[in-house]
C-alpha cells in the first residue's frame, strides 16, 4: 500500500522560504512519476510541480517557476519542495502526489494515484 505523508509547512514572511517534503511507503518509489500540487481557501486545485523517475526532468506552473525546485531522492524514497521567494498569493495546502504508470511528467491531476493529506503553507504580507 502507498502512502504519502507531507512536512514542512508553516507560516513565513513574504520573500521567505520554506522546503516541503514528502515521505513515500512503498516498493517502487523510483519507478513513479512524482508531483505537488496546493489548494487555496475557495480555488481549485492547482499544479505546482512535477519530476520524473530517476529525476532528470521536472515541469513546473508559470506561477512558480523559476522561485520553485522540486527534487527526489529516491534512495530515501523522499521527494522535496523547495520554496523560495515566498509570496502571500502562494499561500494554501500543498500536496504530494505519485502516478505509478506516468513515464515522464504530468501536471494533469487525474493521472496521478495516490495523494498526501497535505500540509498547509501560509505566506504573511
Known amino acids: 500500500q502507498v502512502q504519502l505523508v507531507e512536512s514542512g509547512g508553516g507560516l513565513v514572511q513574504a520573500g521567505g522560504s520554506l522546503r516541503l517534503a514528502c515521505a513515500a511507503s512503498g516498493r517502487t518509489f523510483s519507478s513513479w512519476t512524482m508531483g505537488w500540487f496546493r489548494q487555496a481557501p475557495g480555488k481549485e486545485r492547482e499544479f505546482i510541480a512535477a519530476?520524473?523517475?530517476?529525476?532528470?526532468?521536472?515541469y513546473y506552473a508559470d506561477s512558480v517557476k523559476g522561485r520553485f525546485t522540486i527534487s527526489r531522492d529516491n534512495a530515501k524514497k523522499m521527494v522535496y519542495l523547495q520554496m523560495n521567494s515566498l509570496k502571500a498569493e502562494d499561500t494554501a495546502v500543498y500536496f504530494c502526489?505519485?502516478?505509478?504508470?506516468?513515464?515522464?511528467?504530468?501536471?494533469?491531476?487525474?493521472?496521478?494515484?495516490?495523494w498526501g493529506q497535505g500540509t498547509q503553507v501560509t505566506v504573511s504580507s
Open positions: 502526489a505519485a502516478a505509478q504508470y506516468y513515464s515522464g511528467t504530468t501536471s494533469t491531476g487525474g493521472e496521478y494515484d495516490y
Open positions: 519530476i520524473n523517475r530517476i529525476g532528470g526532468r521536472a
